[in-house]
Nanobody, 125 residues
Framework: QVQLVESGGGSVQAGGSLRLSCAAF????????MGWFRQAPGKEREGVAA???????NYADSVKGRFTISQDNAKNTLHLQMNGLKPEDTAMYYC???????????????????WGQGTQVTVSS
C-alpha cells in the first residue's frame, strides 16, 4: 500500500517562497517517477514538476526558473522549492507517484496512480 503525505503549504505574499515536502511510505521510492500537481478552484488538475529515479526532471512552462523539484532517496521524501510565487500559483498542491516510464517523465495526471491528500498554497498580491 502506497501512502503519500504532503506538508509545507501556507499563505505567502507575491514574490515569496515556500518549500513543499512529500513523504512516501510503503513504496520502493527509487524505482518510480514522482510529481507535483496542482488544482485551483474551478480548474483542472495540472502538472507542475516531476522527477524520475534517474534524477531527470520535467517542469511546466509556467514554473520553469521559479520552482525546483528534488528527491531525498535516503528519506523517501520529495520536495518542491517554490520561489518567486505569484497569485496564479494559488492552488491545492498534490504529490503523486507511479512506476517509472522509460524515456519520459510525465506531467499528465492520468499517468499517476497514487496520490496524496494535498496541501494548500495561497499567494496574495
Amino acid at each position: 500500500q502506497v501512502q503519500l503525505v504532503e506538508s509545507g503549504g501556507g499563505s505567502v505574499q507575491a514574490g515569496g517562497s515556500l518549500r513543499l515536502s512529500c513523504a512516501a511510505f510503503g513504496y520502493y521510492y527509487s524505482l518510480g517517477v514522482m510529481g507535483w500537481f496542482r488544482q485551483a478552484p474551478g480548474k483542472e488538475r495540472e502538472g507542475v514538476a516531476a522527477i524520475d529515479s534517474a534524477g531527470i526532471t520535467n517542469y511546466a512552462d509556467s514554473v520553469k526558473g521559479r520552482f525546483t523539484i528534488s528527491q531525498d532517496n535516503a528519506k523517501n521524501t520529495l520536495h518542491l522549492q517554490m520561489n518567486g510565487l505569484k497569485p496564479e500559483d494559488t492552488a491545492m498542491y498534490y504529490c503523486a507517484t507511479n512506476e517509472r516510464y522509460p524515456g519520459i517523465v510525465p506531467l499528465t495526471p492520468d499517468r499517476y496512480n497514487y496520490w496524496g491528500q494535498g496541501t494548500q498554497v495561497t499567494v496574495s498580491s
